[in-house]
């Protein structure tokens, strides 16, 4: 007698973890066929799904307002210095209130910028778990999959096919990275900490060319790490293992 897909399944070793796509898949589909979902799935699902939707909005709202409060402070510290300096052209009094406030600008900045950072990693998370509630929708309507435009896989296949970039290139997702609002942020808090260094090197009347090398290397030095630090962590996927992941055999 042959066997049956249940002491098919029964027969396959136990031991060690899946290390690919395939094994996991299967791993996933077995833990589901185990754990059938109950009449109330969909219900369920879909408070979980517009949990996790309020979720999503109010991080984002959150990371437009310390956006927008940080180039207030920002632009109202400018102005502050602009008028000072055309009352006292540019004097020491000047030099003085710019070394006071743009150093607490730029800590503003900072916290403003590692705050966009852990909203965006927030945010792939809560990309990944709405991925997830999709792939629950088509266990139960499987037919509904052909009009599912954002994805319902949790790896990076899907989270990308969530936010419209099928098939992207890499250059393409450079610039995408590069124009992202922590990256401008991180721009900002760059070009601050050029100004304070060269107002300093001026200050103890340093050469013009070491106060312009001196501010061409804070730019490049806080720009550097920030931008690091935000490709650090944005990487959701390098300790997860999908559950449900993309198949292999799809484009």
């Known amino acids: 007698m042959e ?12 031991s060690g973890a899946p290390n690919t796509a ?18 109330h799935a969909a219900q369920i699902l879909g408070t979980e799904h517009w949990s996790l939707l309020a979720a999503r909005s ?12 940080f180039l207030t402070v920002l632009s ?12 006292t052209g540019f004097g020491a009094q000047t030099t003085t209130l710019a070394l006071l406030l743009l150093p607490v600008v730029f800590l503003l900045g900072l916290a403003a910028y590692a705050r966009l950072v852990q909203i965006n990693t927030e945010e792939f998370q809560l990309v990944l778990a709405m991925n997830r509630l999709r792939h629950a929708y088509l266990t139960i309507e499987p037919g509904l999959e052909r009009y599912l435009t954002t994805g319902h896989n949790d790896d990076e296949r899907g989270v990308i096919a969530t936010y419209m ?8 997702l450079w610039v995408h990275f590069l124009v992202n609002t922590p990256t401008i942020v991180a721009t900002v808090d760059a070009a601050l900490a050029a100004a304070i260094v060269v107002l300093v090197l001026q200050v103890a009347e340093a050469p013009r060319a070491v106060a312009v090398a001196g501010g061409a290397a804070a730019f490049l030095t806080v720009w550097g790490v920030l931008f690091r630090l935000q490709l650090h962590t944005l990487r959701p996927f390098r300790d997860t293992t999908p559950r449900f992941p993309t198949p292999p055999d799809l484009p």
């Open 165 to 172: 970039l099928h098939g992207p290139s890499l250059p393409w």
């Open 76 to 87: 109202a510290s400018i102005i502050a210095l602009a008028l000072l300096a055309d009352a």
């Open 22 to 39: 395939d094994s996991a898949a299967t791993l996933a589909a077995d833990v589901t066929s185990e754990h059938p979902l109950g009449p």
């Open 58 to 69: 109010l991080i984002w709202n959150e990371a437009q307002s310390r956006a927008t409060v």
């Open 3 to 14: 066997p049956t897909d249940h002491d098919t399944m029964r027969a396959r070793p136990t």
